[in-house]
């Protein structure tokens, strides 16, 4: 067992684990400003090997394995945690304006599964305030912009607010992931519907086309579509000519937990589920992308990856990257390292 798993995680997880996220993020910020933290975490979980390298989209990956969108919420710590190993860093989701998302708590950790449930609700400091803490970027780690909308927005002004994230970020991110699969933001999930989800991404492409130099345009989803559904996503990726989908989000779906029933009841809804128990559904649904998309149309693979052979599954089925995230929170960052060791093996 590692130091990580019998020391820190059980001290960890004796706090509320949102209160114990923002004392993470202090104190790994703190520890950064020490002559000398960066270059050490560098030395432990850094694994630099030309094998690992890959080119998407005109941007170099030192390596496959990402941090998920939701750690990085407001860019705040992405500079410290490009020491921990990744090959690249998801911010966000950013939204227009500011906004404290769903009451407390919304964050549950369940143990049995070595899952999570969040209700977060796209809680942010606003896209301008990302904006002002990327100016301040001192790595060359590739950035990525998970963009969404204002949970008090109007259904008919839902794209406005897409846009104007997209505009506001576009010279600070190296590529772009819209949010349209979130279930914690409410009438976010009719945006997956064929019609309003084409309209958007047509929208959204238009603007990105418009630019001197355009940028990696990705459409993340929810493991929770019937084939149909992804049918549709495969339609409109194709027609729209996106770069590449991120699979999968977190899941509504509590089926087969072997958390007890009346403490899910306890947690209530809404609120998606993320870690272990997604590790098969994301890694069928990157495998029906891939048999239909292939490797024109590159996949980020995340969702339930807690080991090496759960990032590998996801490699084999399609994906060209993979994400991180409860992993990270129940494996600890030497998951990163471990990752990359066994791709190179």
Known sequence: MSFYKAIIK????????????HVIFRWIKILGKIPGVSAINRSIFKISDSKLEQELWGLKFPNPVGLAAGFDKDAK?????????FGFIEIGTLTPEGQPGNA?????RLPEDQALINRMGFNN?????????????????VIGGN???????????????YIKVFNQLFDYVDYFVVNVSCPNVGNLT???EKKPLM????????????KASRKPL???????????????VIDIIKTLQLDGVVAANTSVNREGLKTDESKLEGIGWPGGLSGKPLEKRSTNVISYLYKNLGDKYPIIGVGGIHSEQDAIDKIKAGAKLVQVYTGFIYEGPGLVKRINKALLK
């Not at 710590?77 to 020491?83: G, P, S, V």
């Not at 407390?104 to 549950?108: A, D, E, I, Q, Y």
């Not at 309209?199 to 418009?210: C, E, G, H, R, T």
């Open 218 to 232: 990705l459409l993340k989803i929810a493991p929770d579509l019937s084939t149909p559904e992804l049918d549709d």
């Open 199 to 210: 309209a958007l991404m047509q929208k959204i492409s238009d603007i990105n086309m418009s």
């Open 77 to 85: 710590l992405y500079n410290e945690l490009a020491d921990f190993g």
């Open 104 to 108: 407390k708590p919304r964050l549950f």
């Open 190 to 192: 009719k945006l997956q």
């Open 10 to 21: 059980p001290i960890f997880f004796s706090f509320n684990p949102e209160t114990i996220h």
């Open 125 to 141: 400091d606003g896209v301008d305030a990302a904006v002002e803490r990327l100016k301040k970027r001192k790595t060359n780690i």
């Open 147 to 161: 963009i969404g909308k204002n949970t008090g927005t109007e259904a008919d002004k839902t794209d406005e607010d």
